[in-house]
Every structure is written in C-alpha cells, then in structure tokens.
C-alpha cells in the first residue's frame, strides 16, 4: 500500500510537472482566469474619484459608476464597499464585438474597485489577452495590445 501512495504521489508530481502546474500557478488564480487585481494607494472613494478623472482626461466615454454596496446593502445584504465603473472606447470596443458577438460580455470595460476584509482598497480588470483568448479573437491583437494600454494608464494614477 506504502508503495501504491509513493507511486501515486510521483505520478501526480510527473503529471502536474508536464501540465505546467505549479503550486504557485494554482495560488495566482488570477493569471488563469484573466483578472488583474493591484492593490490602491488611497481610499475607495478617492480611488473612485482618481479613476473617472483619469478617464475623462483622456476623453473616454464614462457609461456608469455602480455602487454596488449601497444596492446590496439595501437588498439586505452586508455589502463591503465595492463600486463598478464602466467606460469605453465605442470605437475601439466595439471592432471587439465585430470579431465575435460574445465578446460584447465584456465590453465596456469594467473596473472594480471595492474594499478587502483588512481595509485596504483593491482595483481589478479584465486581462485584454485572456478576454481576446476567451472569446477566440486572433485578429485585433493590435486592438487588445490598445485596450491594455489604456486600461493600465487608467489605474496606474492609484496603483500602489
């Protein structure tokens, strides 16, 4: 039996090794499911405050600021604070959706701001490359390579 574990055990050490999965792999979920999190300098509301700025700045359509604490606090739930801004690029999002229609999922972009259990104050993003993977985009790579640019000029201004 002692032996059949020790078989097993290498067999999985063999497998995971020839997969590409590490440990660490599977700690950073995030690089697998394609969301991008930092952690922010200041505040949820200044974080807020920073990133719509940022946007208008850069003459970016700012299509909703969602409070999503305050709607789930009201829905009787015990919401943390957590905001999801939407804005976008007509222009650039929508050759996204011309390539494929379900890509309109995750279009316009979405930034999420919200508040962990230890008080500090994160901000996530889709990755461009996993949104243009998930949805079989090979054809607008300088399109995403845009997209990306921007979403990460957009949050470096709180980026920690």
């Known amino acids: 039996m002692f032996r059949f574990i020790n078989l097993l055990f290498a067999f999985t050490i063999l497998l995971s090794a020839a997969l590409g999965v590490t440990w ?7 690089k697998r499911d394609g ?18 700025a ?3 700045a850069k003459g970016i ?3 909703d600021d969602i409070d999503q604490a305050k709607l789930g606090n009201a829905a009787g739930n015990k919401v943390r604070p957590s905001r999801l801004i939407l804005f976008g690029n007509p222009a650039l999002g929508t050759t996204f959706i011309t390539a ?3 890509s309109g999922l995750d279009w316009p972009v979405r930034v999420l701001i919200y508040e962990a259990q230890d008080g500090s104050v994160n901000v996530a993003y889709n990755d461009f490359d996993w949104v243009a993977q998930r949805h079989g985009i ?6 995403f390579h845009m997209a990306t640019e921007v979403i990460e000029s ?6 920690k």
């Open 24 to 30: 660490s792999s599977v700690a950073q979920a995030g």
């Open 35 to 52: 969301v991008v999190t930092l952690k922010s300098r200041y505040s949820l509301s200044e974080t807020v405050k920073k990133i719509k």
């Open 54 to 56: 940022d946007v208008s």
């Open 61 to 63: 359509m700012l299509f």
């Open 100 to 102: 494929n229609p379900t």
């Open 138 to 143: 090979k054809n607008r790579k300088k399109e």
């Open 154 to 159: 957009v949050v470096s201004s709180v980026r």
